[in-house]
Nanobody
Framework: QVQLVESGGGSVQAGGSLRLSCTAS????????MGWFRQAPGKEREGVAA????????FYADSVKGRFTISQDIAEDAVYLQMNSLKPEDTAMYYC???????????????????WGQGTQVTVSS
């Protein structure tokens, strides 16, 4: 059974940094798209960043470009989200997701991803 487990969330002040981790188990696909999504209370789940493994192509939402960096550790089957210069509007539950070939319509559409983690909370105070 595929499992995605996130860690690294927490509470920080504006301008601070956090690094989220996602480890995958039983996801036996060499090629896959790993995405990070977030959902704030009362809002829709939105795509934050994605990386296609093993090629390493990355994609970001405009709201996080230049502040967030997604990376991968192929050997560990893990993906990371380094979040710098955090803002209060980054406060949300952050989810790791995995898509496998044939890929869904778009990396930023939650419906493209069949596998999801339970989420980790990120809270940024002003």
């Amino acid at each position: 059974q595929v499992q995605l487990v996130e860690s690294g969330g927490g509470s920080v002040q504006a301008g601070g940094s956090l690094r989220l981790s996602c480890t995958a188990s039983a996801l036996r696909y060499r090629r896959k798209c790993m995405g990070w999504f977030r959902q704030a209370p009362g809002k829709e789940r939105e795509g934050v960043a994605a990386i296609y493994t093993p090629a390493g192509a990355t994609f970001y939402a405009d709201s996080v470009k230049g502040r967030f960096t997604i990376s991968q550790d192929i050997a560990e089957d893990a993906v990371y989200l380094q979040m710098n210069s955090l803002k209060p509007e980054d406060t949300a539950m952050y989810y790791c997701a995995a898509d496998v070939p044939p890929y869904g319509v778009s990396w930023f559409q939650a419906a493209s991803y069949p596998y999801w983690g339970q989420g980790t909370q990120v809270t940024v105070s002003s």
